[in-house]
């Protein structure tokens, strides 16, 4: 049969007339009696009462746990993954009885709902296949679920396809322990760890092709959660018990629905909705056992083999996008380098560097996190600080190597290292700075700050004002030099004022990103913190003085506005980073009217070698013109470059920016409607464009305060809101034409025809 899903045809291959029945209670006590009797799966009750609830057929699944005298371990399978093997089993399950667990794919986004904390377990000192997830509330909970599952369908959905032949491909999954930090009592549920999106997708489906991704996120927590609470219920049941009741209830409810769809000769769409989704496929992890000579620690031994799976599958095969990718790999290897202990340095300290770079510990942290209350609590002195810690020789290459194995290469340069770095760096100001993110973490891709020096033996000089450090860099204190580099480094590359260079950029004007030579990032960076580059230095100073988390400077290269322009930026306050002149008192430069000029890319990479760069000017002039007479009074071009500033004044003409196309409109109206109605539908239609402009005045409000996942607004809504406009503004053209003809009145020509 053929489905039709938002305006799509979808060819649905084949559909179960009968769910599954739901079994009672003392199936499911066979599966927690075999799972507790396996030595291979020693997991808490709780846990085997998560995974007897799942199962749709416990009774099977008790016979693959039962061990024998010829099966010990029951039929579990054996997956042998870095550092463990893994014992699972495949079963089907219940869609209902799945948790997403936390998204790597978002794990480099700033999101409004944090992540839960998360906490291997043991039993009996072993390794155990339990995390545990550590909320602050049952409602912190469910916004996260709420959220996990908003911010994946904004991502990708698989709900075309699995609404045509249901979800093939099982689900990695395992049990895990919800805890909260006000008291609730914990409970454990079945976590998805790979096919969150397939989860996801299964329930846009169940939630149809008309629902929003807000709203099929908002449909699972109603389903999975209702409304239960933390507080203790009146009849002594706990948690976990009302939760499955929830469930149930609802998996009894939805049969209904499906039982009603398909009393006819064909299933209706709700009943062919409902088979593809009821029940999906899962592997169940329920036994970890490490491997010899594996130094991590038991809590973490499990984690770091499902977090190895999703390596494997997601960096290698079926990738997350480079950002996700490094921070699973950055983390991961710092992780493994704490528990190894092969570095030489204290685990508490790592730990803390550790908090810092997941987010556990924020900037205001810092004086206390380091004891040191010298140390500014900013977000840029957070990436100073981590820049140090992870570069530090006796750290560096143990990383590096931990991240070779995790990424499975050969080798890493420091530049793959510091691509790495970029989303780590940038996590307090992903959000207010995403509008220039890619471009950032291309630069940290093309070196970032990591120069020779900040790579060798350095320390941080804690200090509020970057510009005290000038000074001793210039007198060869190489402690403040690398300070310098990697705060004046990090606000360059995060306000887009240092790029990773690209041919169309190589002498072209100021205002388009233009540079006059092509550079490393790292090189730049390295030459502008030069002892003898005294510009260079006050660059860095002055960038790193001025740099703010909360906001983009104005002259960052952004995307051009077309026609309408923001009404509040006409009074915002934003920052602007300065080009600086060595000879002013501030060391500010200044136009002929006395008005401090913005600084630019064209100014950073030629205050890294002005030499170099004043001789590569000098030959893109000779090639545009030719040299005028030393007698024609203006010089030669390199005597016209004699100030080192780079001003492109005397060879750039005026351009104009290409002007978007004019829409043609043809055709004509389907005539007047009755005069009596014409005035009230004018003022609806009036009103509409206001609440429109309103509501699109608010969405932009909130694009710019909320963090940068999930988007207000997804993908696919844009092309069907410009769709609309395109329409209105035919219409309303058409109707123009048909009062007025080809050529419009002018204001003034005609009264106004309003009551």
């Not at 040191?372 to 560096?396: C, F, K, M, N």
């Not at 240092?498 to 990103?513: A, D, I």
């Not at 109707?735 to 009145?745: A, E, F, H, V, W």
Request: glycine share 8%; with cysteine.
């Amino acid at each position: 049969m053929t489905l039709s899903w938002k305006g799509e045809n979808v060819a649905v291959s084949s559909v179960e007339h009968a769910l599954p029945v739901l079994p009672d209670a003392s199936a499911q006590d066979k599966v927690e009696a075999a799972g507790l009797a396996n030595p291979a799966a020693p997991l808490p009750v709780g846990a085997w009462q998560a995974v007897a609830r799942a199962a749709t057929h416990p009774e099977g699944v008790a016979v693959m746990l039962q061990p024998t005298p010829q099966e010990p371990f029951g039929l579990l399978l054996d997956e042998n993954v870095e550092g463990a093997t893994l014992r699972t089993f495949n079963t089907r399950v219940w869609l209902s009885e799945l948790q997403p667990g936390i998204q790597p794919r978002t794990g480099m986004e700033v999101l409004d709902v944090p992540d839960p904390q998360v906490v291997g377990t043991t039993e009996g000192g072993e390794p155990c296949a339990v995390v545990r997830y550590r909320y602050k509330d049952l409602q912190h909970l469910k916004d996260h679920v709420r959220q996990t599952v908003h911010s994946t369908l904004a991502l990708n959905s698989y709900a075309v396809s699995i609404l045509s032949r249901k979800v093939t491909r099982p689900l990695i999954t395992h049990p895990v322990e919800f805890t909260f930090d006000d008291g609730t009592e914990s409970f454990h549920a079945l976590v998805v760890r790979d096919g969150i999106t397939r989860v996801a997708s299964a329930w846009a489906v169940l939630a149809g092709p008309d629902a929003e991704a807000a709203e099929t996120a908002d449909l699972m927590v109603e389903s999975l959660f209702g409304r239960a609470s933390g507080a203790p219920a009146a009849d002594g049941r706990t948690l976990a018990e009302r939760l499955a009741a929830v469930r149930r209830n609802w998996r009894t409810t939805l049969a209904d629905e499906f039982a009603r769809a398909m009393i006819g000769p064909e299933p209706d769409d709700r009943g062919v909705q409902i088979a593809q989704t009821y029940v999906v496929p899962a592997q169940i992890a329920v036994g970890v056992e490490g491997h010899p000579g594996h130094l991590l620690a038991a809590e973490d031994v499990f984690d770091d083999a499902m977090r190895s799976i999703l390596a494997s599958v997601h960096v290698e095969f079926k990738a997350w996008d480079a950002a996700a990718q490094n921070v699973e790999v950055a983390t991961r290897a710092l992780k493994r380098v704490i528990q190894l202990g092969n570095a030489q340095v204290t685990k508490e300290d790592l730990q803390v560097v550790y908090g810092l770079a997941v987010g556990r510990s924020v900037p205001a942290d810092l004086p206390r996190e380091y004891g040191d209350d010298s140390l500014p609590g900013t977000a840029l002195w957070r990436g100073i600080q981590l820049v140090h810690a992870l570069t530090r020789p006796e750290l560096y290459d143990p990383l590096k190597d931990q991240a070779k194995i995790i990424k499975g290469g050969s080798r890493m340069s420091s530049k793959g290292f510091a691509e790495l770095l970029g989303p780590i760096i940038d996590l307090p100001w992903r959000s207010a700075k995403k509008t220039v993110s890619k471009q950032a973490r291309n630069a940290w891709s093309n070196g970032g700050v990591l120069t020779r020096d900040v790579l060798k033996e350095w320390d941080p000089v804690f200090t509020a004002d970057f510009t005290t450090l000038v000074e001793p860099a210039l007198a060869g204190d190489t402690n403040a030099r690398c300070t310098l580099a990697v705060a004046g480094g990090i606000s360059l590359i995060a306000d887009k004022l240092l790029t990773r260079n690209v041919g169309s950029t190589l002498m072209g004007p100021k205002e388009k990103g233009g540079v006059p030579f092509r550079s490393d990032v790292h090189l730049v960076v390295e030459n502008l913190s030069a002892e003898d580059n005294e510009l260079g230095l006050w660059t860095l100073a002055l960038t790193a003085n001025r740099f703010q988390d909360g906001s983009l400077p104005k002259n960052a290269q952004l995307v051009r506005q077309l026609v309408r322009r923001d009404r509040e930026d006409a009074g915002s306050t934003a920052y602007v980073h300065l080009k600086v002149d060595v000879d002013q008192p501030d060391r500010i430069a200044r136009d002929e009217n006395g008005v401090p000029v913005p600084l630019s890319e064209w100014d950073v990479v030629w205050a890294s070698d002005a030499e170099r760069a004043s001789t590569a000017y000098a030959e893109h002039l000779a090639r545009l013109r030719p040299v005028p007479p030393q007698s024609s009074g203006t010089g030669t071009a390199a005597d016209q470059l004699a100030d080192g500033n780079g001003n492109l004044s005397d060879v750039e003409t005026a351009s104009s920016e290409p002007k978007p196309g004019e829409v043609s409109f043809g055709g004509s109206g389907d005539g007047a409607p009755s005069m009596r109605q014409a005035p009230e539908f004018r003022r609806t239609l009036r009103a509409g464009l206001e609440s429109a402009r309103f509501s699109l005045e608010r969405l932009m409000e909130i694009d710019r305060t909320a963090g940068s996942w999930p988007p207000v607004m997804e993908s696919s809504d844009f092309e069907e809101l410009r769709q609309s406009l395109l329409e209105i503004q035919t219409d309303l053209e058409n109707l123009r034409r048909s009062i007025q003809g080809d050529d419009p009145t002018l204001p003034g020509d005609s009264e106004d025809d309003e009551d």
